[in-house]
């Protein structure tokens, strides 16, 4: 959606407007206003969209310690060190890594690489992932959300992920 303003009686196409968080300029993904009580968009339609990769990722190695790392590329990416090495992109929408925030909530089982429950800022690369440090398998099951920065609540994707760790004799 794009934003008009007449000059003179002409209407003119605005730029897209922009607002300055943490000294870094930002593209407004939306505007809102109160009409008679009730919030109403009047720019937007967000540009950005992303995507999680749902699904089960298991990395097994014999007679060695292991980890299965699924990792969120801040340049919009992902990859994941299992057995089939995948790789896949994750960001579907317009912005950089640092408009976006994911957040991995464990529903089953532990993570021993990133944290569970926090939303963090794809400004860097963000890894979730089991070990194995003895013979058997280690599993972790969790929910994965991705979400606007700007707009804390806005979740544009939900998925389950489960991560296995197995370290064969």
Same mark, same amino acid.
């Given at each position: 959606?794009?934003?008009?303003?007449?000059?003179?009686?002409?209407?003119?196409?605005?730029?897209?407007?922009?607002? %300055?968080?943490? /000294?870094?300029?930002?593209?407004?993904? *939306?505007?809102?206003? %109160?009409?008679?009580?009730?919030?109403?968009?009047?720019?937007?339609?967000?540009? &950005?969209?992303?995507?999680?990769?749902?699904?089960?990722?298991?990395?097994?190695? *014999?007679?060695?310690?292991?980890?299965?790392?699924?990792?969120?590329?801040?340049?919009?990416?992902?990859?994941?060190?299992? +057995? &089939?090495?995948?790789?896949?992109?994750?960001?579907?929408?317009? /912005?950089?890594?640092?408009?976006?925030?994911?957040?991995?909530?464990?529903?089953? /089982?532990?993570?021993?690489?990133?944290?569970?429950?926090?939303?963090?800022? &794809?400004?860097?690369? %963000?890894?979730?992932?089991?070990?194995? +440090?003895?013979?058997?398998?280690?599993?972790?099951?969790?929910?994965?959300?991705?979400?606007?920065?700007?707009?804390?609540?806005?979740?544009? *994707?939900?998925?389950?992920?489960?991560?296995?760790?197995?370290?064969?004799?």
């Amino acid at each position: 959606m794009t934003m008009h303003i007449r000059v003179g009686g002409v209407w003119k196409t605005v730029s897209p407007p922009s607002v %300055r968080v943490a /000294g870094t300029w930002r593209t407004v993904a *939306a505007g809102w206003v %109160r009409v008679s009580g009730t919030w109403r968009q009047f720019y937007g339609g967000s540009s &950005l969209a992303a995507s999680v990769p749902a699904g089960s990722y298991t990395h097994n190695v *014999a007679g060695v310690p292991t980890d299965c790392n699924f990792v969120f590329i801040d340049t919009g990416s992902w990859s994941v060190n299992d +057995n &089939l090495s995948q790789t896949g992109v994750w960001k579907t929408g317009t /912005g950089t890594g640092a408009d976006y925030q994911v957040r991995w909530t464990t529903t089953s /089982g532990s993570l021993d690489t990133g944290g569970s429950g926090t939303w963090n800022t &794809l400004n860097a690369n %963000r890894t979730y992932g089991v070990t194995m +440090n003895s013979p058997g398998t280690k599993t972790c099951t969790g929910t994965v959300e991705i979400r606007q920065a700007a707009f804390p609540n806005t979740v544009l *994707a939900t998925g389950s992920m489960t991560l296995t760790a197995r370290w064969d004799t």
